[in-house]
């Protein structure tokens, strides 16, 4: 079994030399294999969070050689709950994408590039779920780095670009603090390996300690986007393709939240520095929702959310318990799918109004009731109203704040409960605006433009829609298309006909995403088990570093 343990690193990487060689000649087969891969490491991820669950971490030093020198890979239960979350997101999302059209048609956008940097990007993901050193966290960073620039600035228009720019400037000032935290532990204790970590660190001086854990703390919330340093997260994410946003917020966001679980626990243990997360996690919380509610544009309203409700799993961490590392690892998962569907749903509605400015669209209710349902779902989710999973994960993080029953833990706990409100109020906002109220005089009809018999065989064609108008891609002609119409349109010279329905693979991979969620809620029981059991194992340390050391 541990033999399995590299794989969802390998495959995407070997996956993206196969798409790369292929390209636009053979759009159909690059699509299918990022969808293949992407299954295969779904499975493997489910296999080893069974074995992990089972039998207890598994490990592999690659090219067999050991800490300090060796690259080391562990999959313990946090790590294959996360891959296999990740891995479910990731595989909905490319569906997603694969229905919205990102393929090879639209010369000004390289998007033949998509599925290798998707990829690049999944692989840099399991690597850093599965890195056993700070150097291959390090190297994962960067890998996501590279995938991410690529992804957020696909059309190589003004604000994307902006968008991209602003995000790797931010990116690189972490991984420059990043590599000077690796430094000076390298230089302290002679090893970057965590398990060997684990145990030098304690015989550092205080101070020494102290310092390392506060720059490697920076380093992961700069990627959480905790308050105070979340700035960049609004400005970066809302300009990118409704997918490449989704997977953005839903899934890299949370591999900060996974570091500081992991260097938290297993490196810095005692929770020296936890009123300090507590402090951010409040203000994360508050400055968040806060800005959510002044919001009237989607997908800055929804990264407003996100900004806060990261504050709810430093909240857990900063209680440094076994049941609030369990809480926070459910909320973890649980925000994963909720936000990622959320920004899926958010991608629907600037397709069917052909905008995300909530005050210039409306009557969705009646004119998209399917897409009403796939909204209401996760927004109730992340609002957490019962019996959702949402309100699973609070519930769970605020009876770890009450047991704790320290003044900040109070403090949180009252923090948590407005956040909760003020997020169902922002979620009731956009219900109303967008959904519940009648369609406003002036809201353009924007369709799907429908590919015509001549398209059908043809391998290099798109299989999926064309660009829709206000939403920041190129339209036909550069006007609306009326839904439901056959109109001469510059479509390679023919007559084209539109309608107002999604194409079916965005449709079914929102749903999916949505049966996820409500899995956790229906699941919630041996979910909430397991990450117990995952907490356990983290506060403990020893089936760590004995499966890494061999002792």
Known sequence: ??????????????????????????????????????????????????????QGPLHVDLGDFGPPLGITLVADRLSGLMLTVSSAVTLAVLVYSLGQGMSDRDKETP????????????????????????????????????????????????PRIRAGSTYVIISLFSSMLFLTAIAMTYAATGTANFAQLAARLPELPLGVQTLIQAMLLTVFAVKAAVFPVAAWLPDSYPTAPAPVTAVFAGLLTKVGVYCMLRTETLLFPGNRLGDLLMAVALFSMVVGILGAVAQTD???????????????????????????????????VHHITVQTTLFLVAGLIERRGGTNELTRIGGLAKAAPLLAVLFFVPAMNLAGIPPLSGFIGKLGLMRAGVA??????????????VTSLLTLYVMAKVWNLAFWRTEPPDQAAYGTVLEDSDDIGDDDADTGPDRIPGTGDEGIGGVPVPAG?????????RAVTTTTKPPLAMTAATAGAVALSLAFTVLAGPLTAFTDRAAAELIARTPYTQEVLGR
């Open 1 to 54: 079994m541990n033999a399995l343990v590299p794989l969802p690193v390998l495959l995407p990487l070997c996956a993206t030399g196969l798409s790369l060689a292929f390209g636009t000649r053979l759009a159909r087969f690059q699509r299918f294999i990022s969808v293949a891969v992407l299954t295969a490491v779904l499975g493997l991820s489910v296999a080893l969070m069974i074995a992990a669950d089972r």
């Open 111 to 158: 998007v033949a590039v998509f599925h290798p940097a998707y990829l690049i990007l999944v692989a840099g993901v399991s690597c850093t779920f599965l890195a056993g050193d700070l150097v291959n966290l390090y190297v994962a960073f960067e890998i996501m780095l590279v995938a991410s620039f690529v992804l957020l600035t696909l059309g190589g228009t003004g």
């Open 298 to 332: 989607l997908k800055r309203l929804l990264s407003f959310t996100l900004i806060s409700h990261i504050g709810y799993m430093v909240f857990g961490i900063g209680l440094a318990t076994q049941e609030g590392y369990g809480g926070a690892i459910f909320y973890v």
């Open 404 to 417: 704790d029953g320290g003044a900040w833990a109070w403090t949180l706990v009252a923090g948590a409960t």
């Open 485 to 493: 119409q056959t109109i001469a349109a510059s479509l390679h010279g």
